[in-house]
T-cell receptor
Framework: EAGVAQSPRYKIIEKRQSVAFWCNPI?????LYWYQQILGQGPKLLIQ????????DSQLPKDRFSAERLKGVDSTLKIQPAKLEDSAVYLC???????????????FGPGTRLTVL | AQKVTQAQTEISVVEKEDVTLDCVYETRDTTYYLFWYKQPPSGELVFLIRRNSFDEQNEISGRYSWNFQKSTSSFNFTITASQVVDSAVYFCALTVYQKVTFGTGTKLQVIP
């Protein structure tokens, strides 16, 4: 079974530029998550989709971050414009959530390491 | 609001030693789920265990074991006879009504 795919793996941009990250979850997984992991910290949930609907985006800085999940499969996360403090690893995860009581196991992608100069 | 505290920032042990990683959580809800993940140097988080708040039974999986104590709000993780491949950052996470909170992680270094 293929895992969660993310691209690009690395990205370097200058502040005020725009950037987009792509995630392809495991086939059939209903729920998709985007996390931000700053160096030395735990992952922070940015947004959670169930199919193509948003479940939680309370920690997404909506003035500069946006995310969509077209057709309930792939997802893109965009930052526009980027700030220095956005330098982090952006992790995508997915979970099946089928007939499961409570949160299902999340499977993580390799992440995209963003450096904002 | 929920919170996860992993007070140990870094731990170093010599191979074959046992090591326990601490996790203390805070939540007012009675229904919640706890997870442990491993993040090796490659960066990809790997699921280790999922436990719900109504199941306090301890679990053992090979060299790994977990001790869940609701009385102290702790969900500690023990690696027995550690190996170099166990070197990684380990995260404890709490989920309440689908809202996920991760701890800051404990970096484990196993020295050969």
């Amino acid at each position: 079974e293929a895992g969660v795919a993310q691209s690009p793996r690395y990205k370097i941009i200058e502040k005020r530029q725009s950037v987009a990250f792509w995630c392809n979850p495991i086939s059939g997984h209903a729920t998709l998550y985007w996390y931000q992991q700053i160096l030395g910290q735990g992952p922070k949930l940015l947004i959670q989709f169930q199919n193509n609907g948003v479940v939680d985006d309370s920690q997404l800085p909506k003035d500069r971050f946006s995310a969509e999940r077209l057709k309930g499969v792939d997802s893109t996360l965009k930052i526009q414009p980027a700030k220095l403090e956005d330098s982090a690893v952006y992790l995508c995860a997915s979970s099946l959530d089928l007939d499961v009581v409570g949160p299902d196991t999340q499977y993580f992608g390799p992440g995209t390491r963003l450096t904002v100069l | 609001a929920q919170k996860v505290t992993q007070a140990q920032t870094e731990i170093s042990v010599v191979e074959k030693e046992d090591v326990t990683l601490d996790c203390v959580y805070e939540t007012r809800d009675t229904t919640y789920y706890l997870f442990w993940y491993k993040q090796p140097p490659s960066g990809e988080l790997v699921f280790l265990i999922r436990r719900n708040s109504f199941d306090e039974q301890n679990e053992i999986s090979g060299r790994y074991s977990w001790n869940f104590q609701k009385s102290t709000s702790s969900f500690n993780f023990t690696i027995t006879a550690s190996q170099v491949v166990d070197s990684a950052v380990y995260f404890c996470a709490l989920t309440v009504y689908q809202k996920v909170t991760f701890g800051t992680g404990t970096k484990l270094q196993v020295i050969p």
